[in-house]
């Protein structure tokens, strides 16, 4: 083999990053992503300075406004950031906070205890992935000011002004070249802001759009835009009456916990709150960041539960006609709970600071749990006996449910070599390449079997609605033959357990096909419920995608035109008759079986011409709050989504 070098590798092609420049060339490292998620989470990188401003105790009001241009206006009134000469970088500290990777008082114990960004990076991410930013300092009776392109300062910081207020005011306009993604969305932002004000009681926290004007003042001409308020006296107690206001409650209020290790460094809180359905609902917060991965906090408080629960429960003698064996899974089934820890130095696994390693962390909340809801049961008996008795039938769901699953397994095996006589298989064994399609009707089915390139694509025909899982009894699950047939054709093991499995996965995209109508609608909904609340997985995993059919074919002569929605039949009126509906033939379709199979496989099969959205998500508390409002028995909070979102809706003629 060769050793010489025909390419000329030399020092020559060593590239050295100055300043942000490693942040324009990998934004991903930084962020995220440059899509919809790293664009907000610019955002949330500046907010958090304002929240780490408030929980040193000088900041009571956030304000955030979304420009007309889309740019971002974040303001406090902190303290402000520093202005005086910087002796190490010789500039002002304004302008090192702003340009300098690392650089910030929250690796100064002394400023901040605790902190969000506690790699230091945040603001001047922002600066660098932004094509104009801008900084007001309000500190000390005077206001500083300094502008940025792409990172670099367009002038040295210089006084403007003077002022009674103070704290920091932040503009930035996100680089069009950097982001695949340009659009703030107010939800999105309101979701996050709502969550930081649960997080941190008694802070203000205003969400304003300038693109979305509600009303104009007749007298002045002044505008009213669209505006939430954010705050919440109460915190993690109001927190998880939010993330129940779907459910029906055991009791009332929440169980609220706090406390702290022995030298009070590591403050702990939670809130916990029993309701009648079968889902375990933990969110878990380190230095308000979302742990959605859990970590050593969550280990420790589910050890205390159990330990705690099982205690009284023998204590009070309620096990003792219990003939089967309690675990961790039956004491939490039910329950919502937010946990909300701070620790001066946390170590997170991974980049995305999703997972906290912390292993002293485990035992601080083991501690703290296990001795302020030992004196709440104690204290609290009728409410201590009304848990315990879930815990008790949730066993018994439990052992019914497994009792099914066994069933299953066992009919795997009896029918058709293991797989439901419905589907189609497709000839490639290999999942990678192969992907199923989960099809509303039997009449649908018939032409996707007809339609489709039986190598790599198969079938399975649903017939009516699946069971809503929302609802019913976890052991009824079983018993639904829909479900039961998604679950072989799919190869999925160890459903409804902490083994849960996709090792034998034999489809790496499966894709739900329903009609564009209020019924295909509703069926996909309660596809998706099921995959949310037991197959969360193999969403995470990025394996389940939704068909969309077209909702028009435009016709004249031999000329055809498919449109998704109406803006596209518009313009393909426009186009083929210059305008003139009554020069063309409109056939709009009310049902996927209203397709040939031909048609079928040309506009929502074939992988070189359909459109698939990969179901994601975003935010667990949206989900778990969508899910179980549109799902569950309550009925006020599913018609206040329908009133609150009615001007989303579009009528198709």
């Not at 907000?40 to 007309?68: F, M, Q, R």
């Not at 971002?72 to 500290?93: C, L, M, W, Y």
């Not at 000329?559 to 998704?564: H, Q």
Request: hydrophobic share 35%.
């Amino acid at each position: 083999m060769s050793t010489s070098d025909p390419k000329g590798y030399s020092a020559s092609n060593i590239q050295v990053l100055e300043g942000l420049e490693a942040v324009r060339k990998r934004p991903a490292m930084y962020i995220g992503d440059v899509g919809m998620r790293g664009l907000h989470h610019l955002v949330y990188e500046v907010v958090d300075n304002s929240i780490d401003e408030a929980l040193a105790g000088y900041c009571s009001e956030i304000e955030v406004w979304i420009n007309e241009d889309n740019s971002i206006t974040v303001r406090d009134n902190g303290r402000g950031i520093p202005v005086d000469f910087h002796e190490k970088e010789q500039k002002s500290a304004l302008e090192v906070v702003m340009t300098v990777l690392h650089a910030g008082g929250k690796f100064d114990k002394d400023t901040y205890k605790v902190s969000g960004g506690l790699h230091g990076v945040g603001v001047s991410c922002v600066n660098a992935l932004s094509e104009m930013c801008k900084v007001n300092v309000y500190r000390d009776g005077k206001i500083y000011s300094q502008t940025y392109h792409i990172g670099i300062p367009e002038e040295p910081v210089k006084e403007i002004g003077v002022t009674d207020r103070r704290g920091t005011e932040t503009i930035f306009l996100p680089d069009k070249s950097i982001f695949t993604e340009s659009i703030y969305k107010f939800d999105i932002l309101a979701s996050r802001l709502r969550e930081l004000a649960f997080l941190n009681k008694g802070i203000k926290i205003t969400l304003t759009d300038r693109r979305e004007v509600i009303q104009v003042q007749e007298e002045t001409g002044e505008k009213d835009f669209l505006t939430k308020v954010f705050y919440s006296e109460g915190g993690l107690v109001e927190f998880v009456k939010y993330l129940d206001s779907a459910r029906v409650p055991m009791f009332d209020p929440p169980i609220y916990i706090s406390g702290a290790d022995e030298n009070g460094e590591t403050p702990v809180e939670l809130a916990i709150l029993y309701n009648d359905s079968y889902v375990e609902n933990i969110h878990s917060y380190v230095n308000n960041i979302n742990t959605y991965e859990g970590g050593t906090h969550i280990s420790g408080f589910k050890k205390a539960l159990t330990r705690s629960l099982k205690a009284y429960a023998d204590k009070s003698g309620l096990l003792n006609k219990l003939k089967i064996e309690i675990t961790g899974d039956d004491f939490r089934e039910g329950i919502t709970c937010v946990i909300s820890v701070k620790v001066a130095e946390p170590q997170f696994e991974g980049q995305t600071k999703t997972k906290l390693g912390n292993s002293d962390v485990a035992g601080i909340v083991e501690g703290i749990v296990n001795k302020y809801l030992t004196y709440y049961l104690e204290e609290n008996p009728v409410i201590a006996k009304k848990i315990v008795q879930k815990v008790i039938l949730a066993a018994e769901a439990r052992t019914a449910a497994r009792k099914a699953r066994e069933m299953v397994q066992r009919k795997n095996v009896m029918v058709s070599g293991g797989l439901p006589g419905k589907l189609a298989d497709c000839s490639d064994k290999d999942p990678a390449n192969c992907e199923i399609y989960l099809v509303e009707g039997d009449s649908a089915g018939g032409s996707a079997k007809q339609g489709r390139n039986r190598s790599f694509q198969a079938i399975l025909p649903l017939r009516g609605k699946i069971l809503n899982v929302e609802k019913a009894h976890p052991a009824r699950i079983y018993d639904n033959e829909e479900i039961k047939n998604m679950i072989i054709a799919m190869g999925i093991q160890g459903i409804g357990t902490e083994e849960l499995s996709l090792e034998k996965l034999r489809y790496h995209k499966i894709i739900i096909m329903t009609d564009a109508d209020v019924d295909g609608s509703h069926i996909r909904t309660l596809i998706l419920t099921f995959f949310y609340r037991y197959l969360r997985l193999l969403v995470e995993a990025g394996h389940v995608y939704i068909a969309l059919p077209p909702l028009y074919l435009v016709k004249k002569g031999k000329e055809e035109v498919y449109c998704w929605n109406e803006e596209e039949r518009k313009m393909a009126v426009e186009s083929i008759a210059g305008g003139d509906e009554s020069k063309v033939n409109i056939q709009r379709y009310k049902g996927l079986g209203e397709m040939n199979p031909e048609q079928l496989w040309s506009t929502t099969m074939d992988p070189e011409k359909r459109t698939l959205q990969k179901v994601t998500i975003e935010d667990t508390i949206q989900a778990d709050l969508l899910f179980s409002m549109l799902m569950g028995d309550e009925v006020p909070p599913r018609r206040e989504f329908i009133e609150q979102n009615a001007r989303y809706a579009r009528i198709d003629a």
